[in-house]
């Protein structure tokens, strides 16, 4: 049989195709009833995919077995509602059903002409985003792999257009022997910013740190004197406390001074949609570039990343791209607005979790998320763990009395494999982190999981 002829006759084995889909269902329909993190016995079975690559090739059906068999045991469990780990965020039945499809469709996302309903998805999505987040109408969206890459995006705009009005086109000419832009940030920013600043040649020693208050929030009096070569980068949603900037007291002065403010908005941008947390995020409508991810607080799948500017030039220039063979669209090019020509088609996704949850749903998840939070803070206070932070958000940052006590509850904790979070270090406090972002997450999930808490201070 000739490589083409086995593979026609794979693509109409229709039932192997069945069966696959069967797993995957099973698998997704009854994560949330399962433990959150795999057993350390399941290791063992990574060395199944120890082998050298055949020469002549693999079987589908074996290919499927391997995955089942030795892969799929040591899922790390994010779908269910006892993960609690980084800030991972669950995955919405509109959100993976729709990416079955799109996976099928194989769509490219560079261009319109190869992928006109991509364009036109991504096209309505832009809208539908900047009226969520109460931008001008004409801002632009990119859609990318994650925060760390919208927040690159967003800077490079910055950079493009600083530079602009000082007469330097940073895409021609580089920066050596440019203008300075200085750079002003949180003490408390995401790495995922220093590593885009040092991608973008801003560096990351020169960056000046706006200090921050107990909960991680810039304290607005600190801000230094903003002028046109300037980008601040604030934050909404603090990755160990969950708070959030004062935008209100800080970006209507920065912007009269002309100062790029970019927010990074990673899972607490989408706050807005909620009328009970939309005082956290007042005020940031002034920024000019904003990062988000779909793949957290809004349970998309991965990945799935937003970069947002309100200066539709600046970003098209920051990342321009030009071939003789491009042929562009009227609709709509998405690689314009991504450092990638080639991208799948994450749009579907993010299209079907929006519309599947409206306007009134985000918010209600955003609500739900919180008030899981507040429940498992109240449960760990009673057990007499101390929370360190005002649970303003979806995350809970715990200790117990000392650095040594809190680690061996934590490891006492993932072991458990029954609930899963990480460690982390807020203010010089080491700390357990939990951040509860899976629509899964239920009431019983948080009692499972205190319960665990509480022997894990025994186990000391
Ligand atoms: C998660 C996160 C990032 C990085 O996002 P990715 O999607 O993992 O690239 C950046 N900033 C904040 C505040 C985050 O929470």
Same mark, same amino acid.
């Given at each position: 049989?000739?490589?083409?002829?086995?593979?026609?006759?794979?693509?109409?084995?229709?039932?192997?195709?069945?069966?696959?889909?069967?797993?995957?269902?099973? %698998?997704?329909?009854?994560?949330?009833?399962?433990?959150?993190?795999?057993?350390?016995?399941? %290791?063992?079975?990574?060395?199944?995919?120890?082998?050298?690559?055949?020469?002549?090739?693999?079987?589908?059906?074996?290919?499927?077995?391997?995955?089942?068999?030795?892969?799929?045991?040591?899922?790390?469990?994010?779908?269910?509602?006892?993960?609690?780990?980084?800030?991972?965020?669950?995955?919405?039945?509109?959100?993976?059903?729709?990416?079955?499809?799109?996976?099928?469709?194989?769509?490219?996302?560079?261009?319109?002409?190869?992928?006109?309903?991509?364009?036109?998805?991504?096209?309505?999505?832009?809208?539908?985003?900047?009226?969520?987040?109460?931008?001008?109408?004409?801002?632009?969206?990119?859609?990318?792999?994650?925060?760390?890459?919208?927040?690159?995006?967003?800077?490079?705009?910055?950079?493009?257009?600083?530079?602009?009005?000082?007469g330097w086109d940073v895409s021609v000419r580089g920066l050596n022997g440019s203008p300075t832009i200085k750079i002003i940030c949180s003490d408390e920013s995401h790495a995922a910013v220093f590593r885009a600043l040092s991608l973008l040649g801003l560096g990351n020693e020169e960056v000046t740190k706006i200090p921050t208050d107990d909960q991680g929030r810039v304290i607005a009096e600190e801000v230094p004197p903003l002028d046109d070569k300037t980008i601040l980068i604030l934050q909404a949603g603090n990755v160990n406390t969950g708070s959030f900037d004062p935008f209100a007291e800080i970006l209507a002065s920065a912007k009269r001074n002309n100062a790029w403010i970019h927010i990074d908005g990673a899972f607490g941008l989408w706050a807005k949609a909620s009328s009970k947390f939309n005082h956290l995020t007042k005020g940031m409508e002034l920024a000019n570039s904003y990062s988000v991810d779909g793949h957290?607080?809004?349970?998309?799948?991965?990945?799935?990343?937003?970069?947002?500017?309100?200066?539709?030039?600046?970003?098209?220039?920051?990342?321009?791209?030009?071939?003789?063979?491009?042929?562009?669209? &009227?609709?709509?090019?998405?690689?314009? %607005?991504?450092?990638?020509?080639?991208?799948?088609?994450?749009?579907?996704?993010?299209?079907?979790?929006?519309?599947?949850?409206?306007?009134?749903?985000?918010?209600?998840?955003? &609500?739900?998320?919180?008030?899981?939070?507040?429940?498992?803070?109240?449960?760990?206070?009673?057990?007499?763990?101390?929370?360190?932070?005002?649970?303003?958000?979806?995350?809970?940052?715990?200790?117990?009395?000392?650095? &040594?006590?809190?680690?061996?509850?934590?490891?006492?904790?993932?072991?458990? &494999?029954?609930?899963?979070?990480?460690?982390?270090?807020?203010?010089?406090?080491?700390?357990?982190?939990?951040?509860?972002?899976?629509?899964?997450?239920?009431?019983?999930?948080?009692?499972?999981?205190?319960?665990?808490?509480?022997?894990?201070?025994?186990?000391?």
């Amino acid at each position: 049989m000739s490589l083409q002829e086995r593979l026609f006759a794979e693509l109409n084995d229709a039932a192997h195709f069945d069966k696959i889909y069967q797993h995957a269902y099973n %698998y997704y329909s009854t994560a949330h009833t399962k433990n959150a993190y795999p057993s350390e016995q399941e %290791y063992v079975k990574l060395k199944h995919f120890d082998e050298e690559l055949s020469n002549e090739g693999t079987g589908m059906e074996t290919i499927t077995k391997s995955l089942l068999e030795y892969g799929q045991p040591l899922m790390v469990n994010s779908l269910g509602g006892r993960y609690f780990g980084f800030v991972n965020g669950g995955m919405l039945p509109a959100g993976i059903a729709s990416r079955i499809l799109s996976d099928f469709w194989d769509q490219n996302a560079a261009l319109q002409v190869m992928s006109p309903l991509v364009s036109k998805l991504e096209l309505q999505v832009e809208k539908w985003l900047c009226n969520l987040f109460d931008l001008p109408k004409d801002s632009a969206a990119g859609f990318v792999s994650g925060t760390t890459s919208a927040i690159f995006c967003g800077l490079a705009a910055a950079r493009w257009r600083i530079l602009h009005r000082l007469g330097w086109d940073v895409s021609v000419r580089g920066l050596n022997g440019s203008p300075t832009i200085k750079i002003i940030c949180s003490d408390e920013s995401h790495a995922a910013v220093f590593r885009a600043l040092s991608l973008l040649g801003l560096g990351n020693e020169e960056v000046t740190k706006i200090p921050t208050d107990d909960q991680g929030r810039v304290i607005a009096e600190e801000v230094p004197p903003l002028d046109d070569k300037t980008i601040l980068i604030l934050q909404a949603g603090n990755v160990n406390t969950g708070s959030f900037d004062p935008f209100a007291e800080i970006l209507a002065s920065a912007k009269r001074n002309n100062a790029w403010i970019h927010i990074d908005g990673a899972f607490g941008l989408w706050a807005k949609a909620s009328s009970k947390f939309n005082h956290l995020t007042k005020g940031m409508e002034l920024a000019n570039s904003y990062s988000v991810d779909g793949h957290k607080t809004l349970n998309t799948p991965y990945d799935n990343g937003i970069v947002l500017c309100t200066d539709r030039e600046a970003i098209l220039e920051a990342l321009n791209f030009s071939g003789s063979y491009l042929q562009y669209g &009227e609709i709509r090019d998405g690689m314009k %607005y991504t450092t990638e020509m080639s991208r799948r088609n994450r749009i579907v996704e993010l299209w079907a979790c929006l519309k599947s949850l409206g306007l009134n749903g985000i918010g209600e998840l955003v &609500e739900l998320l919180h008030e899981r939070a507040v429940l498992f803070s109240v449960k760990l206070a009673t057990l007499g763990y101390e929370i360190i932070n005002d649970v303003e958000f979806n995350q809970v940052l715990v200790k117990l009395d000392t650095k &040594e006590k809190t680690l061996n509850a934590l490891s006492y904790i993932q072991k458990s &494999e029954i609930c899963w979070c990480g460690p982390t270090v807020f203010k010089g406090q080491t700390g357990i982190r939990i951040s509860v972002c899976s629509w899964t997450t239920t009431t019983k999930d948080i009692e499972l999981s205190s319960e665990v808490f509480a022997k894990a201070m025994n186990a000391n």
